[in-house]
Nanobody, 129 residues
Framework: QVQLVESGGGLVQAGGSLRLSCAAS????????MGWFRQATGKEREFVAG????????YYPDSVKGRFIISRDNAKNTVSLQMNSLKPEDTAVYYC??????????????????????WGQGTQVTVSS
């Protein structure tokens, strides 16, 4: 089992920044690629960032590329999401998730939420216009 706890959400004005953190406990953190997803009210879950187990590669959809930065600290078992130039459309509940890196794992699986094994409880981000 892996437990994930997000923090850092809140209310921010458009153009502002927030930094989300996710603390992991349980099994070996480096066995997992990590992702951030979000879900706005009435919308489907959306991938916003992913990072390999080593941290050497990161992935973003076009909607956040250049604004969001994912990073991880394997010594502290944490993954973070720095969000800059926030827009009202970034308003959502943000979830941290862990994807076990087994034989055959591919980085192209990072955006696919059904591949992830563990999820945090989510943290609300609200961007006002």
């Amino acid at each position: 089992q892996v437990q994930l706890v997000e923090s850092g959400g809140g209310l921010v004005q458009a153009g502002g920044s927030l930094r989300l953190s996710c603390a992991a406990s349980g099994r070996t953190f480096t066995s997992y690629a990590m992702g951030w997803f979000r879900q706005a009210t009435g919308k489907e879950r959306e991938f916003v960032a992913g990072i390999t187990w080593s941290g050497d590669s990161t992935y973003y959809p076009d909607s956040v590329k250049g604004r969001f930065i994912i990073s991880r600290d394997n010594a502290k078992n944490t993954v973070s999401l720095q969000m800059n130039s926030l827009k009202p459309e970034d308003t959502a509940v943000y979830y941290c998730a862990a994807d076990y890196v087994s034989t055959g794992w591919k980085s192209t699986d990072l955006p696919r939420y059904w591949f992830y094994d563990y999820w945090g409880q989510g943290t609300q981000v609200t961007v006002s216009s």
